[in-house]
């Protein structure tokens, strides 16, 4: 069974950063486009920052310049570097592993929380 374990979550406050991490247990790893995204409450999920098996990266307006997402194949890990944190930033974070955006090889990790407060 796939697992997606998410790791880096908690409370920063405005300006600060944080690293989420995602260790996956799909195989090969590599050929996969791994993506987070974040849903505040109330809110749909929407996309943050997207790293293609073939290195393109795509970004939510609204992280442009602030977050970069980045990837280990070696360890199947996907990560999200976040920083200049501002409280509109503050959701539910969830990784994401797609191959060939086939909806049978679509895995989502259960979410890590941040939370952007003075």
């Known amino acids: 069974q796939v697992q997606l374990v998410e790791s880096g979550g908690g409370l920063v406050q405005p300006g600060g950063s944080l690293r989420l991490s995602c260790a996956a247990s799909?195989?090969?790893?590599?050929?996969?486009?791994t993506a987070w995204y974040r849903q505040a409450p109330g809110k749909q999920r929407d996309l943050v920052a997207k790293?293609?098996?073939?290195?393109?990266?795509n970004y939510a307006d609204s992280v442009k310049g602030r977050f970069s997402i980045s990837r280990d194949n070696a360890k199947n890990t996907v990560y999200l570097q976040m920083s200049s944190l501002i409280p509109e930033d503050t959701a539910r974070y969830y990784c994401?592993?797609?191959?060939?955006?086939?909806?049978?090889?679509?895995?989502w990790g259960q979410g890590t929380q941040v939370t952007v407060s003075s």
């Open positions: 790293l293609t098996s073939g290195g393109t990266t």
């Open positions: 799909v195989r090969p790893f590599s050929f996969y486009t």
């Open positions: 994401n592993v797609n191959f060939r955006d086939s909806p049978n090889l679509n895995y």
